[in-house]
């Protein structure tokens, strides 16, 4: 990854920017100063980079503020990744390997944090967005069972025999 750390950022404009992430929406001004002060939070992805790799060990969660970027597994798209959302929860929750590749689309501008940063943030800062996280998890897994159930149709639909019409 190529990624380049912004290193200076006014405190104020670093604020506001949180308040626009859904992630940190129900932080206090104070908990969101705590967020801010996390070393190289915010960092530049050039276009075109593999900021996470299937099977690599990384436990940072990416919340991307500018750009696009495309979940890819097994040279197949899961996702699309726009300015909002956040990806790596997977390997920032569980410490595993990564299990999908992502790919910046074009330049990106995302917040990056470390699991082991985020275990130094207090308790109820972390819980609230721990809660966030999972919102999101369970907001892709209802998109992804919709999808599912969309494919399975389709499927069924081209695997019944066509209908003949009756002779009269």
Avoid at 114 to 123: E, G, Q
Wanted: glycine share 4%; aromatic share 6%; hydrophobic share 45%.
């Amino acid at each position: 990854m190529t990624s380049k750390v912004i290193k200076t950022i006014a405190a104020d404009h670093a604020l506001e920017i949180l308040d626009r992430v859904h992630l940190f929406d129900s932080l206090s001004l104070d908990d969101k100063r705590l967020i801010v002060q996390i070393p190289q939070l915010f960092q530049v992805i050039p276009e075109n980079d593999t900021f996470i790799h299937a099977g690599d060990i990384d436990h940072s969660i990416y919340v991307l503020l500018s750009g696009e970027a495309l979940v890819i597994k097994q040279d197949v798209i899961l996702g699309k990744i726009t300015p909002g959302d956040f990806v790596g929860e997977v390997g920032f929750a569980t410490q595993e390997v990564r299990t999908a590749s992502v790919v910046a689309m074009s330049d990106l501008i995302v917040l990056k944090i470390n699991a082991d940063r985020f275990r130094l943030l207090p308790w109820n800062v972390r819980e609230i967005i721990k809660d966030h996280i999972i919102e999101g998890l369970v907001e892709r897994m209802k998109r992804m069972n919709q999808e599912l159930v969309n494919y399975r149709e389709l499927l069924a639909d081209q695997r019944r025999p066509p209908v003949k019409p009756k002779d009269n």
